[in-house]
Each structure stands twice: as structure tokens, then as C-alpha cells.
């Protein structure tokens, strides 16, 4: 554990020490770098000023070296303790002086950077049209990136300080926190500007950038949780219909679609549902994933909550009379995202027959390590055609912030709260995203109410977007913690003969959840700087 505490002090030390040398980027007499006049002189330089911006979005797989989402959620184990990892969040650890992915500062540090670029992006010159164009569209971005800088804030801690300049020394940096309504607008203010300056679709030189359709996204994805339970208590329905408005939005561009290939998603560039993604290619995740007979390290291990709520081919939950579900065979007959996602006993992985069975090579035990302590291992994120050993291939794994799948899904849920009943335009949202190829589900049944809409779109949210990072959040803008975060569950397999197993479901380990943890606290360490700040509800 020392080791390990030591490493971590590493990189967080050389964290600082880069943050720090960019911050001096521009003063020439310190780094032998650029002055401020030769960076925003130049559109050149100013495109690579551009380029170190998007690198302070956060890292989605794994915020930090131990930490993943799904394994603070009700998702996944993680089969390893370290003191910063996913524990905190299930054993109710959280504080205004210890959280692992506390990212206060960071962004806004990210937002100082683009406060920067936005004040100057007007004085450079330009001595083309390719480059005229360009210039918008890079002022685009930075409008793009501020606001997504600031609804990762707002995600993360509700109301927070806006701030739309560089501030100095001589400013006054005792700021409270700015109304939520002040927030948002800000926010979806930035993201309009946005949209009017971007394109829809970028050229191949601008991969990865931001688009129209992305800063609508961000746009319709912060009304969606601005008026989720945790920011609308009330359930105000205008709330509502201004997140289902901007989820519209996003579908009327007409540029993006349902992707079939739902193995392939997160290993491929330029498909149809991709509206924002990281340029970046993860390649240590496939060591960090992949079963231990093939050298990895399985670091998200699902749980039976999860697996549990795949529905049955026939669409109906397996506690459902007819369903068919066996629970001798059951992974049998599953919405196919269930063999898509989640690795299990006897699932075909790399041309072997995987045995997470007890005293298999991938067996379920109970120790500390690699081996499942679940009965399962992660599929979905996984490029099956890496390889850890022997020619160490590391495929290819580019995260996807944005995809068109949940804008359908919010727009579905958006409108639903909208109506006194769904309708058919909440239906084909819906159906969209399950009966697409490769997914082939069967429709959702007519006659829903509204609360039985609900929470089909809950569940095809949770379902759709497994180990993507969205139920953390969801759990936290539904405030449903206290209900799904009581127990983890995983499926002990036992060998009983040639090819037979027998199954029992088990409780792993008991989790806490408190209803303050639906938002961060703000640091101790920011509050001790700035007196202004509160502190969020339930935190000492």
C-alpha cells in the first residue's frame, strides 16, 4: 500500500509540475517559450493553443489510476482496494477533504485557458479564407469548451462561480457561488454560441472536434439533469420541455444515426452516432481489462444487479411469467447487449471458452486480485482484437462523450415528463435505440403510462449505456442512491459434470449511500482560499 501511495503522489506531483510549466507557456522570459504575441499572432500557434485545451477534458475510462465509474455505481467491482478507488463511493467515505476525483480545480484551470483563448481568438490574423473560416470555427470550440467545462462543474457540485474572463491578482477572488438559473444560462448561452459558429460535420484534418450537433448535445444533456429531480424538485414541467426542445434539436439536424455494430462501439472513428469523442486512442485500458488467463487485469468486474436486468429476447424482465428464463442456463435467450457487454461463464472471448466457475482459470473467488470475485468480467469497451501478450497489440479504444443513442433516450425522457402520457414520437425514440441491427429487440408495449414509460427509459438507459459513465450520474439526478446502492450482488457457477454448471446468485459486500453524495462537495481546500463559497447540503 505504501508503494502504491507512492506512486500516486508521483503522478499527482508531475500532474502539477506540467499544469504549471503551460501556465508559463506564454511568459518567454521564464521558459524560452512563446509570448502571448507570437502565439495569437499566428493562427498556427494559436490552433496548437487550441489543441493543449481539449486535453484537459477529463479521462472518462479512469479519472484516476484506480477509479472507474461503473464500480462506484451499480454496475461493476472493482477486485482491488486502493485507497482513492471506487470504495469511497460505496462505503459512504465521501468528504469536503477526501474525494479521489475531486476535479474543482482542474477545470477550473481548464476554464482560465479558455477564458484566455476566447479574449484573443479576435486578434488573430488570418491570410486566407481556409484559415477565415477556421478562426470561426475555433472561436466556436472555445465557446464550446467553456460551457463544457462548466456543465462538468455543474454536474459534479450544482451552483459554482462563473467566471467569463482570466481574473488577476488585483480582482477580488472571494466569489460565491452563482445561482443555478445564472449557471444554466450561462451555460446554454455559450453552447447557442457555439452551435451558430461550428459546422455540422467537420473535415477529416478537424476529427474530434467540436461540431453544431455536439454543442447542441451538451446543451440538451445539461437542461436534461437541470431538470431531473436533483435540480427540480418541483418537477417543474418547463424545466422539462426546454430539455426536450434541445434533445430535439440535436435529432432535426438530420446528421446523425443509430449505430447497428454494437460490438464495435468505442473501437472505431467517423460512424453515424458519434457526436463527440476523444481523439485520444486508451491503449492501456486492454491491460487494465481484460481477463486474467490473458494477462489482464480486470479492474471492472460486473455485478449480478446488472445482469439481472437484462431483459429476455422476448422483451419481458426475467421475474416475468413466460419470460422463459432458466436459471440452470441463464444467459440463454438475453437482450443480445447482455453477451455484448458482460463476459460470463462459458462466453466465447479471443477463441476460448472463458470459465469464471469456481476453480476455473478465470474461477470466482473471494481474494483480492485479477480473478472475478462477481462471476463476470467487462466485454463492452474491450477491442477484442488487442491483445495483452504475447504481441502485445492494444487495439483500438476512443471514448465517446457524446452518441446519438442517448439523444434519443433523453429526448424520450425529456418528452415523456413533458406529456400526461407518452406518445408515439416517445415510443419511436425508444424502439429506435432497441430494435436497431445487431440489437434486434423487440418494441416496447403500447398503452405505457406515464410512470411505467419512465421507467422503461431508465432501464434502457441503464442497459444502452452500461460502463459508459451515465448511471453514476443518473443514479444522482434520479436520487435514487439510497435504493440501488444497498447491496452488490454477483453468480457463483459451480462445475457439476461435463459442461453443466450450477448457479447461485450471492451477496458480495453491503454499500452505503447517503442523499448528500447526489453532489460532491465543494473542497475544504477551496473554501479555506475563498470564504464565499457554501458548502453543499449534508456535509460537515
Same mark, same amino acid.
Given at each position: 500500500?505504501?508503494?502504491? @501511495?507512492?506512486?500516486?503522489? @508521483?503522478?499527482?506531483?508531475? =500532474?502539477?509540475?506540467?499544469? =504549471?510549466?503551460?501556465?508559463?507557456?506564454?511568459?518567454?522570459?521564464?521558459?524560452?517559450? $512563446?509570448?502571448?504575441?507570437?502565439?495569437?499572432?499566428?493562427?498556427?500557434?494559436? /490552433?496548437?493553443?487550441?489543441?493543449?485545451?481539449?486535453?484537459?477534458?477529463?479521462?472518462?475510462?479512469?479519472?484516476?489510476?484506480?477509479?472507474?465509474?461503473?464500480?462506484?455505481?451499480? /454496475?461493476?467491482?472493482?477486485?482491488?482496494?486502493?485507497?482513492?478507488?471506487?470504495?469511497?463511493?460505496?462505503?459512504?467515505?465521501?468528504?469536503?477533504?477526501? &474525494?479521489?476525483?475531486?476535479?474543482?480545480?482542474?477545470?477550473?484551470?481548464?476554464?482560465?485557458?479558455?477564458?484566455?483563448?476566447?479574449?484573443?481568438?479576435?486578434?488573430?490574423?488570418?491570410?486566407?479564407?481556409?484559415?477565415?473560416?477556421?478562426?470561426?470555427?475555433?472561436?466556436?470550440?472555445?465557446?464550446?469548451?467553456?460551457?463544457?467545462?462548466?456543465?462538468?462543474?455543474?454536474?459534479?457540485? +450544482?451552483?459554482?462561480?462563473?467566471?467569463?474572463?482570466?481574473?488577476?491578482?488585483?480582482?477580488?477572488?472571494?466569489?460565491?457561488?452563482?445561482?443555478?438559473?445564472?449557471?444554466?444560462?450561462?451555460?446554454?448561452?455559450?453552447?447557442? $454560441?457555439?452551435?451558430?459558429?461550428?459546422?455540422?460535420?467537420?473535415?477529416?484534418?478537424?476529427?474530434?472536434?467540436?461540431?453544431? +450537433?455536439?454543442?447542441?448535445?451538451?446543451?440538451?444533456?445539461?437542461?436534461?439533469?437541470?431538470?431531473?429531480?436533483?435540480?427540480?424538485?418541483?418537477?417543474?414541467?418547463?424545466?422539462?420541455?426546454?430539455?426536450?426542445?434541445?434533445?430535439?434539436?440535436?435529432?432535426?439536424?438530420?446528421?446523425?444515426?443509430?449505430?447497428?455494430?454494437?460490438?464495435?462501439?468505442?473501437?472505431?472513428?467517423?460512424?453515424?452516432?458519434?457526436?463527440?469523442?476523444?481523439?485520444?486512442?486508451?491503449?492501456?485500458?486492454?491491460?487494465?481489462?481484460?481477463?486474467?488467463?490473458? &494477462?489482464?487485469?480486470?479492474?471492472?468486474?460486473?455485478?449480478?444487479?446488472?445482469?439481472?436486468?437484462?431483459?429476455?429476447?422476448?422483451?419481458?424482465?426475467?421475474?416475468?411469467?413466460?419470460?422463459?428464463?432458466?436459471?440452470? &442456463?441463464?444467459?440463454?435467450?438475453?437482450?443480445?447487449?447482455?453477451?455484448?457487454?458482460?463476459?460470463?461463464?462459458?462466453?466465447?472471448?479471443?477463441?476460448?471458452?472463458?470459465?469464471?466457475?469456481?476453480?476455473?482459470?478465470?474461477?470466482?473467488?473471494?481474494?483480492? +486480485?485479477?480473478?472475478?470475485? *462477481?462471476?463476470?468480467?467487462?466485454?463492452?469497451?474491450?477491442? /477484442? &482484437?488487442?491483445?495483452?501478450?504475447?504481441?502485445?497489440?492494444?487495439?483500438?479504444?476512443?471514448? @465517446?462523450?457524446?452518441?446519438?443513442?442517448?439523444?434519443?433516450?433523453?429526448?424520450?425522457?425529456? $418528452?415523456?415528463?413533458?406529456?400526461?402520457?407518452?406518445?408515439?414520437?416517445?415510443?419511436?425514440?425508444?424502439?429506435?435505440?432497441?430494435?436497431?441491427?445487431?440489437?434486434?429487440?423487440?418494441?416496447?408495449?403500447?398503452?405505457?403510462?406515464?410512470?411505467?414509460?419512465?421507467?422503461?427509459?431508465?432501464?434502457?438507459?441503464?442497459?444502452?449505456?452500461?460502463?459508459?459513465?451515465?448511471?453514476?450520474?443518473?443514479?444522482?439526478?434520479?436520487?435514487?442512491?439510497?435504493?440501488?446502492?444497498?447491496?452488490?450482488?454477483?453468480?457463483?457457477?459451480?462445475?457439476?459434470? /461435463?459442461?453443466?454448471?450450477?448457479?447461485?446468485?450471492?451477496?458480495?459486500?453491503?454499500?452505503?449511500?447517503?442523499?448528500?453524495?447526489?453532489?460532491?462537495?465543494?473542497?475544504?481546500?477551496?473554501?479555506?482560499?475563498?470564504?464565499?463559497? *457554501?458548502?453543499?447540503?449534508?456535509?460537515?
Amino acid at each position: 500500500m505504501k508503494f502504491r @501511495i507512492i506512486i500516486i503522489y @508521483i503522478v499527482a506531483i508531475t =500532474s502539477f509540475t506540467a499544469c =504549471s510549466k503551460f501556465d508559463s507557456y506564454l511568459d518567454k522570459a521564464e521558459t524560452g517559450g $512563446l509570448t502571448e504575441k507570437q502565439v495569437f499572432g499566428d493562427y498556427v500557434q494559436t /490552433e496548437s493553443y487550441l489543441a493543449n485545451i481539449y486535453a484537459s477534458i477529463s479521462n472518462e475510462w479512469m479519472p484516476n489510476q484506480s477509479f472507474t465509474y461503473a464500480a462506484a455505481a451499480d /454496475e461493476a467491482k472493482c477486485p482491488v482496494v486502493y485507497f482513492n478507488g471506487p470504495q469511497v463511493y460505496t462505503r459512504g467515505l465521501l468528504s469536503p477533504t477526501f &474525494n479521489p476525483i475531486d476535479s474543482w480545480a482542474s477545470m477550473y484551470a481548464a476554464i482560465r485557458k479558455v477564458n484566455f483563448f476566447i479574449s484573443k481568438i479576435d486578434e488573430v490574423p488570418t491570410v486566407n479564407a481556409t484559415q477565415v473560416s477556421g478562426k470561426s470555427r475555433m472561436k466556436g470550440e472555445g465557446y464550446f469548451l467553456r460551457a463544457w467545462f462548466f456543465s462538468e462543474l455543474y454536474k459534479r457540485y +450544482g451552483e459554482v462561480p462563473v467566471l467569463d474572463k482570466v481574473l488577476q491578482i488585483s480582482d477580488n477572488l472571494q466569489l460565491p457561488r452563482n445561482t443555478e438559473a445564472e449557471v444554466l444560462k450561462f451555460i446554454t448561452d455559450d453552447c447557442d $454560441l457555439a452551435a451558430s459558429l461550428l459546422l455540422p460535420v467537420n473535415n477529416t484534418v478537424n476529427t474530434g472536434r467540436a461540431t453544431k +450537433g455536439a454543442a447542441l448535445m451538451l446543451k440538451a444533456r445539461t437542461l436534461l439533469y437541470a431538470a431531473s429531480l436533483l435540480h427540480n424538485p418541483a418537477n417543474d414541467a418547463a424545466k422539462w420541455k426546454q430539455a426536450a426542445d434541445a434533445a430535439k434539436a440535436v435529432i432535426d439536424l438530420d446528421v446523425y444515426q443509430v449505430d447497428g455494430d454494437y460490438n464495435g462501439l468505442f473501437h472505431k472513428r467517423n460512424t453515424p452516432n458519434v457526436i463527440f469523442q476523444s481523439t485520444v486512442n486508451n491503449t492501456t485500458w486492454l491491460k487494465q481489462m481484460f481477463v486474467p488467463s490473458q &494477462n489482464g487485469l480486470a479492474w471492472i468486474q460486473p455485478l449480478q444487479n446488472l445482469v439481472d436486468d437484462y431483459e429476455m429476447k422476448n422483451g419481458k424482465k426475467i421475474t416475468e411469467d413466460g419470460s422463459g428464463y432458466d436459471i440452470s &442456463n441463464p444467459y440463454a435467450n438475453r437482450d443480445p447487449r447482455l453477451a455484448a457487454s458482460i463476459i460470463y461463464n462459458g462466453s466465447q472471448w479471443k477463441g476460448a471458452t472463458i470459465g469464471t466457475y469456481v476453480g476455473g482459470d478465470d474461477g470466482l473467488t473471494s481474494a483480492e +486480485g485479477a480473478l472475478t470475485q *462477481t462471476g463476470y468480467y467487462l466485454r463492452k469497451l474491450i477491442d /477484442e &482484437n488487442g491483445s495483452v501478450s504475447p504481441d502485445n497489440r492494444p487495439g483500438d479504444h476512443y471514448w @465517446i462523450f457524446m452518441r446519438y443513442e442517448e439523444a434519443l433516450l433523453n429526448y424520450a425522457e425529456a $418528452l415523456n415528463e413533458v406529456l400526461a402520457a407518452p406518445d408515439a414520437v416517445v415510443y419511436k425514440a425508444v424502439n429506435d435505440v432497441r430494435t436497431r441491427a445487431s440489437v434486434n429487440m423487440p418494441q416496447l408495449p403500447t398503452g405505457l403510462s406515464k410512470s411505467q414509460m419512465r421507467d422503461r427509459i431508465r432501464h434502457e438507459r441503464r442497459i444502452e449505456l452500461a460502463f459508459e459513465g451515465h448511471r453514476f450520474w443518473d443514479i444522482r439526478r434520479w436520487r435514487i442512491g439510497t435504493s440501488v446502492m444497498k447491496e452488490a450482488r454477483g453468480m457463483r457457477a459451480e462445475k457439476t459434470g /461435463e459442461n453443466t454448471y450450477t448457479y447461485t446468485p450471492f451477496v458480495i459486500e453491503a454499500r452505503i449511500y447517503q442523499p448528500a453524495f447526489d453532489l460532491f462537495p465543494i473542497p475544504q481546500s477551496e473554501r479555506n482560499r475563498n470564504a464565499a463559497l *457554501t458548502q453543499n447540503a449534508g456535509y460537515n
